[in-house]
């Protein structure tokens, strides 16, 4: 009797820890899984890769910004670009639908948001939570660049990123500031002396090794592996900024220095030609970006922001320079519909072609265009009378933003180089005196035009 009450015992005891075990196991799944973000959704079937690292950081990141109202888009290069090939079939997701994760849960170390700071209200309070939700959290702050050309407010710092790490993954938040000219701006990401360079792998960000600049993107929310997101609306468009954002702040200290050592011209004269420059200027600008051409500071223009921040006053003139491979037919009638007549027409586009139109007041637009060579650029120079062709050579350069004049504008990256082409070594000394023909160190004669082509290459109006 003894040893059949101990063999059911005994199988009462292993019937009772496995029960036990079960309900371990099904406590785990259901319960602590959908606690930690990785249970199953509503949908039917398995959901294949949702107890990923980094799935479970960007839930708890967004279940964070939602509740702190933190405003936020995602701007990750990488997950953008799956989007934009299957945008269709994303617009039409509803939370919860996906079988699988298609855009959050490949390894990876960031995954990269955008922080809109203008509409931002509860900066203070965020922290903290995160960091109770398991977030470790780094700040990274710099002076203000807007506020450079300012004595008394230089210096201040504002917030330029934030990296969040939960478990192995980090989410890196690019802080997007507004800048005049309605765009987007962020800083260049760089270290303290005390902050821990181990903390994440920060070779590894995309975005932060210089400032950037970007079009202010419309925004739309859309569901990815079951989590709701805002994203831009055309992430085409912003994947196309991303490699060209590079941005170059105007030397505000070196400005100022220059206009205690040269006097600024405030001239009501002076004033004027400034304030009728920043209109055509303005309008070019809006005339190129309507065609789809993009163009930059070239000559006198170029000069001026990289000197003194400014419109060089006794320049007269507008100086702006495009890639002959970014020409379009219809160039001239845009600028005649938007109320700049042709002034004249030096060239043609397979050789030394420039355009120039009339402004206000004597105003003028020159436009000139750069044809690229193995080792050099170069644009080219007509003499009207004589039919001699001019080449002024500029080693290879590549385009950055900047804002000049309450607009983002592009400048040669390589701004001292191709400054100290056109004017020589000696580009920080105002000289008023210019002859186009002879005065750029890198000027050469190019031959002169056959009288047969004058008709075509020399158009004057």
Not at 66 to 93: C, G, T
Not at 354 to 381: A, C, P, R
Not at 382 to 388: H, L, M, P, V
Request: charged share 25%.
């Amino acid at each position: 009797m003894s040893r059949i009450n101990k063999n059911v015992l005994l199988a009462l005891l292993t019937l009772t820890s496995s029960a036990f075990l079960l309900f371990q196991l099904y406590y785990y799944k259901y319960y602590l899984s959908a606690k930690n973000g990785t249970g199953s959704s509503k949908s039917k079937g398995n959901r294949i890769g949702f107890d990923s690292t980094q799935w479970r950081a960007v839930k708890k990141f967004i279940m964070l910004t939602s509740s702190q109202n933190v405003p936020v888009f995602l701007i990750d290069p990488w997950i953008l670009e799956l989007i934009n090939k299957n945008l269709e079939q994303v617009k039409n997701a509803s939370q919860g639908s996906a079988s699988d994760c298609r855009f959050l849960c490949v390894p990876r170390d960031f995954t990269a948001f955008a922080l809109q700071y203008h509409l931002w209200k509860n900066e203070d309070g965020w922290f903290p939570i995160a960091e109770n939700m398991g977030f470790q959290c780094l700040k990274i702050e710099s002076k203000d660049p807007r506020l450079d050309g300012i004595d008394s407010l230089s210096g201040t710092e504002i917030p330029l990123h934030y990296v969040c790490k939960l478990a192995t993954h980090a989410v890196h938040v690019v802080v997007f500031h507004e800048r005049s000219g309605n765009y987007l701006w962020h800083g260049h990401l760089r270290l303290k002396g005390h902050m821990d360079r181990k903390f994440v792998p920060f070779r590894k960000l995309q975005f932060g090794r210089y400032p950037g600049a970007f079009d202010r993107p419309e925004l739309q929310q859309v569901t990815i592996d079951g989590l709701d997101v805002l994203i831009p609306k055309d992430p085409g468009h912003f994947l196309e900024e991303v490699p060209h954002s590079r941005f170059i702040e105007c030397r505000y200290k070196e400005a100022r220095a220059f206009l205690q050592q040269y006097l600024d011209d405030n001239s009501v004269d002076a004033m004027a030609f400034r304030k009728r420059a920043k209109e055509l200027l303005q309008l070019a600008a809006k005339t190129l970006n309507e065609l789809g051409v993009p163009f930059w500071l070239s000559s006198g223009t170029c000069l001026g922001w990289y000197r003194q921040c400014s419109i060089i006053p006794y320049s007269k003139d507008v100086d702006l320079g495009i890639f002959i491979q970014d020409y379009k037919p219809d160039i001239i009638l845009a600028f005649q519909n938007a109320g700049l007549p042709l002034k004249h027409k030096f060239g043609k586009v397979e050789d030394s072609l420039e355009l120039s139109f009339q402004g206000k007041d004597d105003v003028k637009l020159d436009i000139f265009f750069f044809y690229e060579e193995t080792d050099h650029m170069w644009n080219g120079g007509t003499q009207a009378k004589t039919g001699k062709k001019f080449k002024y050579l500029f080693p290879k350069f590549t385009l950055c933003w900047t804002e000049f004049v309450d607009m983002k504008v592009h400048v040669p990256c390589e701004t001292v180089d191709y400054i100290e082409a056109n004017y020589g070594k000696t580009w920080k000394i105002p000289v008023q005196t210019w002859d186009w023909k002879s005065s750029p160190p890198n000027v050469q004669p190019n031959g002169i035009w056959p009288i047969s082509e004058w008709d075509e290459v020399i158009q004057l109006y």
